[in-house]
């Protein structure tokens, strides 16, 4: 057995042997061999070559020819272009895409936009037989010079890198440069709130050189006011009145005078909302709190109860503002519209607490009366129609030759028969402001006739007033 084995191994050797021997003798023939693959799949795939078959990368000496075309290692690209001679003039040009918040809490925005840069460096002009320019990405910005530009105020700010750097950087042949980024900012609004939420709020966001003055750098909007262009931008809460660009100089007592371009925008609020959140409940509550005036003053649980539930409900609602609102030290117009409508609310729970005290006051009264023996007769004369001199006014008539008799002398006298009214006469009670105080706490029920009108007119002028001063 052990034989056989041997003897199959020693012909499977000889079988073996010519084709190594051809291997050695002919090492060309695999490179052939895989031209022949190559050129069988471009032939297979009509014309689409399977790049993993090649052994040399086609593409590994792209970037070193670019950086010979535009001589970058000749120059020191540290150095701004025309170092030592005049400002080089950048010209910016911005889309604005989107404005995705506003808080108004951190008093802030973010914005995402395109910016855009335009300058000329003749150290990157290059030979062209057909004028076309050159575009590369965010790999050869970082080679050359590039202005330093900056948001003024600026909280957070990033450039997009998805699926890349959201960079390009387009070259002429002349040297005119082409570079332009897609940026998320996050910047301060310096917000008034004092007509809150019937206001109008003024943003800018500003840019400008961070190491080159005037006298280095001069950044002017490239088209003029057709330098900033929108996309169709839509808020939840505002309403984009106007977007336009501006340009001016700040001042740094260290390094000088520079150059700043603003983007300016106006954005009024929509005040639907805060209708919906805010106002109507607030009417709804102050309405529903003078409902207790058309409840028997005797109904104290369902009286204390409704004012103590509107009351809270009030309370909610200042809250609830409050808290989506910074801590300023002024007074903000819905302030002053939810803490009027609470002292309405307040004052009809206070309205029913003086009802009811009078009201006891007057059963309690009313209560000793009954227990009273004797009759005193100075009260007598003051339910027998007859008043004393001062407390009563003639009014001055023609003089009648037939009025000879006092009424209440007449009265007094039994014997004397009761003379008719004369024609010209009127009797007219003066009632001093502590006589009326007085007489509607002996009547309390009047307190809620008169409330019934008064809270309801009171609080439809401050309506009035309030909604013509702000609107």
């Not at 609830?320 to 819905?334: C, E, F, I, T």
Request: aromatic fraction near 14%.
């Amino acid at each position: 057995m052990k034989l056989f084995l041997l003897t199959l191994r020693l012909l499977c050797l000889a079988c073996l042997w010519p084709v190594t021997l051809l291997n050695n003798r002919y090492p060309n023939r695999k490179k052939n061999k895989d031209v022949y693959l190559v050129e069988h799949a471009k032939h297979r795939f009509r014309g689409r070559i399977d790049y993993k078959l090649k052994r040399k990368d086609s593409t590994k000496s792209l970037l070193i020819k670019t950086e010979q075309l535009l001589r970058i290692e000749d120059h020191d690209f540290a150095m701004r272009p025309g170092f030592g001679g005049s400002a080089i003039p950048v010209g910016i040009d911005v889309q604005v895409e989107s404005i995705d918040s506003i808080s108004e809490v951190n008093m802030d925005f973010t914005m995402t936009l395109y910016l855009r840069h335009y300058w000329k460096d003749e150290r990157l002009a290059f030979p062209s037989s057909n004028n076309l320019s050159r575009t590369f990405d965010g790999r050869l910005v970082k080679k050359i010079w590039k202005p330093d530009v900056f948001f003024v105020h600026s909280k957070r700010s990033f450039i997009h890198d998805t699926t890349m750097e959201n960079i390009m950087l387009r070259v002429y042949p002349d040297g005119n440069i082409l570079y332009s980024v897609r940026i998320t900012v996050t910047s301060l609004c310096s917000m008034d709130f004092s007509r809150f939420p019937l206001d109008t709020q003024n943003c800018s966001l500003e840019l400008e050189s961070y190491a080159y003055n005037e006298n280095d750098l001069m950044l002017y909007w490239k088209n003029g006011n057709d330098s900033l262009r929108t996309d169709e931008i839509a808020l939840s809460q505002f309403f984009i009145e106007e977007f336009h660009p501006s340009h001016g100089l700040a001042l740094y007592s260290s390094t000088g005078w520079y150059n700043r371009l603003y983007i300016n925008f106006i954005l009024r609020r929509h005040i639907f909302f805060f209708m919906l959140q805010t106002y109507f409940p607030t009417m709804l509550m102050v309405v529903l709190s003078w409902v207790s005036f058309w409840i028997d003053r005797r109904a104290v649980p369902a009286r204390v109860s409704l004012g103590i539930t509107t009351v809270l409900t009030m309370s909610t609602i200042i809250t609830g503002v409050s808290a989506s609102m910074p801590q300023v030290s002024y007074v903000k117009a819905v302030d002053i519209y939810l803490w009027t409508s609470f002292l309405f609310v307040f004052l009809s729970v206070i309205e029913y607490a003086a009802v009811n005290y009078f009201t006891t006051k007057e059963e309690m009264k009313k209560l000793k009366q009954l227990k009273l023996s004797d009759y005193d007769a100075s009260q007598a004369m003051a339910f027998d129609g007859c008043f004393h001199d001062q407390d009563i006014e003639l009014s001055s008539f023609p003089r009648l030759s037939d009025l000879n008799t006092d009424p209440c002398v007449s009265s007094r006298n039994s014997t004397t028969p009761d003379l008719p009214p004369i024609l010209g006469t009127r009797l007219r009670r003066r009632r001093s402001i502590r006589q009326s105080v007085n007489h509607i706490m002996n009547n309390s029920y009047k307190i809620d006739s008169y409330s019934r009108i008064l809270f309801p007119l009171a609080y439809f002028l401050f309506n009035v007033i309030y909604w013509s001063i702000y609107s």
